[in-house]
């Protein structure tokens, strides 16, 4: 407001002022005062010239909320506090009075306290309350004085909070929301017959204005700020004693822009740093660190932000925005927790197949089962096969014979019982005759045991402690079968199984100590003990070679999978935080009143902004994997360029070291020859 301005109007109400506030002032306002309340009922409602209304009752009140400043937010609770100033006008023809009358007095005041019929109030008040306050503003409104002019035009102003609870949209997209609180205006007990509700018109917009000139007015170093305020005047309709009215009603909708970023410092990039941290793992050796106890010690970090988050939000049914971007790093980190277990796993296994056998053969008889196709046999591959000489079928029964002998052999298994059993006719192992074995177990048994056969009792125990590589005080199946593959090369396949199922005498399908001494005084006490330790030597040479191999190889898996992990993950949480944050998450609660909480009230669409940084990302990631391949490629071609300088180099140091000695044998052969020595 322009400086004339003000001077003009405290010219005007200082001329104004000085022909009504005399010396006299007090006595003749006592007396208006005491004129104008002499048989005024504060309860009945108020007469005026209502030209707003279809009823001629009562008076029309306008309403006016000053809003100074947020007390405080709460949107765990759904409550809000803001201090007010609440205004009303209204016109009360029983306090008009003639100015004449009174020495030129037009205005005068009356205490008020709440709303209509309030203990001390001595003129008639709206009957005006918050239909959502979380208490009456009989107790959060200061009772003060209303101002009477001599029209009967009153005007009350009421300092105190509005503390509402409020159903708020747009949380939804927290922590970058904008809050929009409805607070309703109506009257209690009055409906529109008696009194009406209309928003007053003030510089700022229509029901409402901001303190502006108090210095303590406005917010600062707040979380949320008022950045729009719309007034919707309604009229609802309630059923009283008098029937069916219409109640006015006037819709304050405010909306507050929430200061996101402390979320985005104290939230938002710590958990997606703690995630990225999180993939540490793809790029360390699995035995530099514990991987598993670093991926769930990152796993504990995120819960707990989200524990500290959810303190400032409510326990609720819907989807936030907030919820999503913690469920995908949730997510994320589990991802990798898993791929460090799976990494490691994979990476100490030392057997042929990384599921149990039972679930391997299990899966390959049911593959088996269904890519296989029997073909029905046609008439001429009938005449066909009737027409084989004597002599092919022959040759097809020995073919038949290698090939089942083939069949059988297993990657744990000595090569030379296989290729022994061959060489065999019928592939039939020898046998001891009962009698020999009664002898030998005699023998063994005798207090005249021979010095050979103690040292291979010894060295049967020996050699069950060497194949118990687990301790656990027993030799499993597989294990005996290899054991007897090595020593008994004519010993079939079909024929140690029988053997190791005679031998088990528990039928557990494992030999203790004493039953593996038994199989052996049975089926290798006629054997040389000097072959018997070179046939177990390289049952055990074979069996740790193996064991390296299959090592090795689920080593290389591992480390596969993680040059996959560590290039494909990353990437792929990039791209997830794209589309996160190009999602837009909106409710219709402000504009749907009939909406209940989790009825599809969530709406999530995608941003153009979204669309447009996805899409660049998108770009700019397989921008980089062609990049990186073209790195890699560039780094193996280096590689073997360097691989082959340095052969090169080597080979010319052989031919050097070659030419010095040729010629150091040359010299050596002329000086015992006598010769003269070449140059």
Not at 200 to 220: C, D, I, K, N, P
Not at 608 to 621: E, K
Not at 622 to 647: D, I, P, S, T
Request: some cysteine; charged content about 20%.
């Amino acid at each position: 407001m322009p400086q004339t301005l003000i001077h003009a109007l405290l010219a005007a109400s200082t001329a104004q002022g000085s022909q009504q506030y005399t010396a006299n002032y007090s006595g003749i306002a006592s007396q208006l005062r005491s004129d104008l309340l002499s048989n005024y009922d504060k309860i009945v409602p108020p007469v005026s010239n209502r030209t707003q209304a279809i009823y001629s009752s009562g008076s029309d009140v306008e309403l006016e909320v000053r809003f100074f400043k947020i007390e405080t937010i709460n949107a765990a609770e759904g409550g809000i506090r803001i201090k007010v100033w609440l205004r009303m006008l209204w016109v009360d023809e029983r306090l008009s009075w003639d100015p004449n009358a009174y020495q030129g007095l037009t205005h005068t005041h009356f205490w008020c306290e709440g709303p209509v019929g309030g203990e001390t109030s001595e003129i008639w008040t709206p009957d005006v309350t918050p239909y959502n306050s979380r208490e009456g503003i009989v107790h959060s409104l200061d009772p003060a004085v209303a101002s009477v002019d001599h029209t009967g035009a009153v005007f009350y102003s009421r300092p105190g909070a509005l503390d509402v609870l409020c159903r708020f949209s747009g949380l939804v997209a927290f922590p970058f929301d904008n809050l929009t609180c409805t607070v309703e205006f109506g009257g209690w007990m009055y409906s529109g017959a008696v009194q009406g509700l209309t928003p007053r018109v003030t510089a700022e917009g229509l029901g409402y204005s901001f303190g502006g000139q108090e210095s303590t007015s406005g917010s600062s170093y707040q979380e949320f700020s008022i950045v729009g305020i719309e007034t919707v005047p309604q009229n609802f309709a309630y059923s009283s004693a008098a029937g069916a009215e219409p109640w006015p009603i006037i819709e304050y909708q405010i909306t507050l822009q929430r200061q996101s970023d402390f979320y985005v410092v104290v939230i938002i990039v710590p958990v997606i740093i703690t995630t990225l941290l999180a993939f540490v793992v793809f790029f360390a050796p699995t035995d530099a660190a514990d991987a598993l106890g670093y991926g769930i010690s990152v796993i504990v970090v995120v819960i707990l932000q989200r524990v500290v988050l959810s303190a400032f939000l409510p326990v609720c049914g819907e989807l936030l925005w907030v919820d999503v971007f913690i469920a995908v790093n949730s997510l994320f980190c589990m991802l990798a927790l898993f791929q460090s277990g799976l990494n490691i796993l994979i990476e100490n296994h030392k057997s042929e197949f990384l599921l149990p056998m039972f679930i391997t053969v299990g899966l390959r008889e049911m593959w088996s089962a269904a890519i296989r196709r029997d073909a029905p046999v046609t008439p001429s591959q009938t005449s066909q096969t009737s027409t084989v000489s004597a002599s092919t079928v022959s040759e097809d029964e020995h073919a038949e014979s290698r090939k089942a002998v083939l069949s059988s052999v297993g990657i744990m298994e000595s090569m030379a019982g296989v290729i022994h059993r061959m060489q065999s006719e019928h592939a039939v192992p020898q046998q001891q005759s009962p009698a020999k074995a009664e002898s030998v177990e005699a023998r063994l048994m005798s207090s005249a045991m021979a010095r050979t056969d103690a040292e291979k009792l010894i060295y049967f125990e020996q050699t069950f402690f060497r194949i118990d590589v687990e301790n656990n005080g027993v030799i499993k199946q597989s294990e005996c079968d290899l054991f007897l593959s090595f020593v008994r090369l004519d010993m079939s396949p079909s024929r140690r199984q029988k053997v190791f199922a005679q031998a088990d005498l528990t039928g557990d399908g494992n030999l203790t100590r004493l039953e593996f001494c038994l199989l052996c005084v049975q089926e290798l006490v006629h054997v040389d003990l000097p072959f018997l330790c070179v046939a177990t030597d390289n049952m055990i040479a074979a069996r740790d070679t193996i064991r390296k191999r299959f090592a090795d190889y689920w080593q290389n898996v591992a480390a596969n999978l993680d040059r996959i992990a560590r290039f494909v993950i990353p990437t792929a949480y990039l791209f997830s935080m794209a589309i996160v944050f190009g999602l837009n998450f909106s409710d219709d609660y402000l504009t749907n009143s009939a909406r209940r909480m989790n009825e599809g009230a969530v709406h999530v669409s995608f941003t153009a902004a979204g669309v447009g940084w996805t899409i660049a990302f998108f770009l700019a990631g397989g921008f980089f994997h062609v990049l990186w391949y073209f790195a890699q490629r560039a780094e193996r071609q280096h590689m073997k360029k360097r691989a082959a300088k340095e052969v090169e180099r080597l080979g010319h140091l052989d031919r050097s070291l070659f030419n010095v000695a040729s010629l150091h044998k040359q010299k050596t052969r002329d000086l015992h020859s006598g010769a003269p020595l070449a140059a």
